[in-house]
């Protein structure tokens, strides 16, 4: 069964801490991996997309890094602003040719200043 | 910078009556989606909809739900007869290529 599972479920952080966070996913016929951030009761903002292992992508405090089994989200010198919960999602190809996508939990992170 | 637009932010409906959930995606953007998250769970895909039909869609979408594109610019999300367990936040996102934009997502309550 495709799987998607994001550790840790929460993290604490002083301000300037850095730290990474783990998507682990178990699928056959990556697509994509994405990652999302969510903040309280609002839509999931993208971040960025990886295809193949071996790829990084940066943005500001952010770098996303993909291997053949998980994904990590650095995240460098956070700042408060940086609390939300990040999600990751894989997104499959299915038996029928069509795709689906797979959300993991999240993972609430929380940045004290 | 453009976005995803949708109404009504909350609604609370009868268990057992019609709802219509509204979405403008943006404008230019070709794949449309359907995402729900029960409270305090993980976000789960409902449907895509590409070229006027459903491109894929999860065993959550049932004979339960449909999808329209009535015009050019709206995507709506009908969910007949609702069921208490219906109640969730439902978001609506559309891309243009492999960056999807949600929208900041309606909140259905059940009673």
């Known amino acids: 069964e495709d799987q998607v599972t994001q550790s840790p479920e929460a993290l604490r952080l002083q301000e300037g801490e850095s730290s990474s966070l783990n998507c682990s996913y178990t699928?056959?016929?990556?697509?994509?991996l994405f990652w999302y951030r969510q903040d309280p009761g609002k839509g999931p903002e993208f971040l960025f997309t990886l295809y193949s292992a071996g790829e990084e992508k940066e943005k500001e405090r952010l770098k996303a890094t993909l291997t053949k089994k998980e994904s990590f989200l650095h995240i460098t010198a956070p700042k408060p602003e940086d609390s939300a919960t990040y999600l990751c999602?894989?997104?499959?190809?299915?038996?029928?040719?069509?795709?689906?996508?797979?959300f993991g939990a999240g993972t609430r992170l929380f940045v004290k200043a | 910078e453009p976005e995803v637009t949708q109404t009504p932010s909350h609604q609370v409906t009868q268990m057992g009556q019609e709802v219509i959930l509204r979405c403008v995606p943006i404008s230019n953007h070709l794949y449309f989606y359907w995402y729900r998250q029960i409270l305090g769970q993980k976000v789960e895909f409902l449907v895509s909809?590409?070229?006027?039909?459903?491109?894929?869609k999860s065993e959550i979408f049932d004979d339960q739900f449909s999808v329209e594109r009535p015009d050019g610019s709206n995507f709506t999300l009908k969910i007949r007869s609702t069921k208490l367990e219906d109640s969730a936040m439902y978001f609506c996102a559309s891309s243009g290529g492999s960056k999807a934009f949600f929208g900041q997502g309606t909140r259905l309550t059940v009673v």
């Open positions: 999602a894989v997104r499959v190809q299915v038996n029928t040719g069509g795709f689906k996508t797979i």
């Open positions: 909809f590409y070229n006027n039909e459903i491109s894929e």
């Open positions: 699928v056959s016929g990556l697509r994509g």
